[in-house]
């Protein structure tokens, strides 16, 4: 090659790099089509109850998951109303050994309201600030995974080293989490098509991290919902007489009380986590006789009641709560009578407690650690969620599974005013997924 034919060749190369250059960021300009405004527009999807807007997400994620190579898509309903549209969103990369268990990664669809005068962004404009945080209802809870996983799924085929997985990889979104799952997760995990992906581990949402390490959640709290009523002669209001249902009603709430007061100490006394306690709080009263203008003062009323919310871990001792509720709390010796609603199963179907071992009895484990090690992570010590999720529903039918948002460095504003999630923290959480969903599908030990 002459010296001349050299620089002619320097030169073309130099002209069509630039060509690409411009043309591809005037293509950035005109699409608007990023990581960022694609997590941006799902945020804008009104998906906030009483009325989530299930069909434009849906319309949404199949429309980016046809956008991405080898995806299956398939669209599910489960609601037990036909006026109430809820579908199911699931997403399937096939492995190359379909026999071996596969690995589902969930997120809902749904968020809780947003009061939009409380916030200092509109929570369904998803706002980017100059400091880069995304404010948006659903930016941490937990629209944020839905997307990651899409952006790792995308990103992990453009590897030129990409391989197909050994393992199936799903992805799941589901409706009606935030209102108990009974219309979503509780139906699909009983469904044919479910038992048909004969899915070996499970990753669902999480929680943020106030500091470096990413939390990783075993178990969530049941919750209860207790109501306690109280019934008794009625009388003026001047009487002093024993046993009037306000009084019985009372003895209760101190006991109650105290017991709440001993739980808390243990959590100040740094002996246990907030969600390794039982918690049970007073969520209202309802006694007195009304008046046109409040209530009668000079009547002690025959009945009265009262409502809590008690979370129970997996591991607390729930026929002995039920004995202190029937002795205590609310005895038929005080005219008392009570009501236990469960919001969620306590034990799996063998009558274990419902929680997922993080030791080396379960594979999956240390699959998952590495693999965010891998990716630059770090885990926090393992915990149990205060609150619940539809991780439940799986762990009740034997289906090992973690709660895990790789949020760090971010205040736990899920449910509060404000929630905004970091740009930098979104975009590291994708890296995160691509290390565990590689991890995950490629690993090929026993699961039995
Ligand atoms: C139970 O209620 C009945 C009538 O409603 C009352 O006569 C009795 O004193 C009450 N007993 C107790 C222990 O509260
Ligand atoms: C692993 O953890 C589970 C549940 O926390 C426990 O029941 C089991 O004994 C542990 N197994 C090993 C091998 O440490
Ligand atoms: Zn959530």
Known sequence: MTDLNHLFISLLLLVLVSLTLCSSATAHQNEQDTPITRFQRYLRIKTAHPTPDYTSAINFLTQQAQSIPNLQIKTLSFSSSPHHIKPLLLLTLPGSNPSLPSI???????????????????????????????????????????????????????DPNFKMPIRTIHVSYVPDEEIGGFDGMMKFVESKEFKDLNIGFMLDEGQTSINDEFRVFYADRAPWNLVIKAKGNPGHGSKLFDNSAMENLMKSVELMTKFREYQFDLVKDGLKMTSEVISVNPVYLKAGTPSPTGFVMNMQPSEAEAGFDVRLPPTADSDMLKRRITEEWAPAIRNMTYEITHKGPLRDYTGRPLVTPTNSSNPWWSVFEQAVIAAGGKLAKPEILASTTDAKYLRQIGIPTFGFSPMKNTPILLHDHNEYLEVSVYLEGIKIYESIMKGLSS??????
């Open 104 to 158: 589902l990664f969930n997120s809902h669809i749904d968020s809780v309201p947003a009061e939009p005068d409380k916030w200092i962004h509109d929570p369904f404009a998803a706002t980017l600030t100059p400091e880069g945080k995304i404010y948006a209802r659903g930016a941490q809870d937990d629209k944020c995974i839905g997307m990651q996983y899409l952006e790792s799924l995308r990103n992990i085929q453009k």
């Open 443 to 448: 690993f090929e030990g026993d699961t039995s």
